[in-house]
């Protein structure tokens, strides 16, 4: 079983819909969890992160945690052409030290 | 203020070859992570130095082994290349205290 899971996509949504992006965890010693943006070609940039159970809004993201169900997600409101990417899940699990467990990524279309 | 730094960019070997690469962390920072990326799939963690020593290892062959030197930057060599080596190369830095990855813009690395 994969440490995190992510719907490969493609997701495609119209220009200033609200994006939904999921991802599933296994460990419940899971601590800390990351979401980053990757363009094509490109290196995974930072979007949010997220420790707590609840919502975590940063401008048009927000990231919800849920760790009774093991899941967290990412929201893109107003959602623009320019976020169209794929999206990386990223865990860090207790007493792993500085590692992270990525999913394989949502591919995210955002149509004009 | 540089951000994470990798050379080469872009890197042609025959199998069976060695190969170096090499990653600059952002200042400030003193922990350098090492990921494989395949194309299509979300990053995999390789290792992870600190203080010039290996701290975390992932599922990785010894064929891949690493270094840190008293100025932070890092390698990363792989030795006795297959083709299924072949993959984009992201270094990542962060603080040790802190979680917060900054990636760098990866090797890509073509096995023939």
């Known amino acids: 079983q994969k440490e995190v899971e992510q719907n490969s996509g493609p997701l495609s949504v119209p220009e200033g819909a609200i994006a939904s992006l999921n991802c599933t965890y296994s460990d419940r010693g899971s601590q800390s969890f990351f979401w980053y943006r990757q363009y094509s070609g490109k290196s995974p940039e930072l979007i949010m992160f997220i420790y707590s159970n609840g919502d975590k809004e940063d401008g048009r993201f927000t990231a919800q945690l849920n760790k009774a169900s093991q899941y967290v997600s990412l929201l893109i409101r107003d959602s623009q052409p320019s976020d169209s990417a794929t999206y990386l899940c990223a865990v860090n699990i207790r007493n792993t030290g500085n590692q992270f467990y990525f999913g394989t990524g949502t591919s995210l279309t955002v149509i004009p | 203020d540089a951000g994470v730094t990798q050379s080469p960019t872009h890197l042609i070997k025959t199998r069976g070859q060695q190969v170096t690469l090499r990653c600059s962390p952002k200042?400030?920072?003193?922990?350098v992570s090492w990921y494989q990326q395949a194309l299509g799939q979300g990053p995999q963690f390789i290792f992870q130095?600190?203080?010039?020593?290996?701290?975390q290892r992932g599922n990785f062959p010894d064929r891949f082994s690493g270094h840190q030197f008293p100025n932070y930057s890092s390698e990363l060599n792989v030795n006795a290349l297959l083709l299924g080596d072949s993959a984009l190369y992201l270094c990542?830095?962060?603080?040790?205290?802190?979680?917060?990855?900054?990636f760098g813009s990866g090797t890509r690395l073509t096995v023939v």
């Open positions: 990542a830095s962060s603080l040790k205290s802190n979680y917060g990855y900054t």
């Open positions: 130095y600190y203080e010039e020593e290996e701290r």
């Open positions: 200042s400030g920072h003193d922990t």
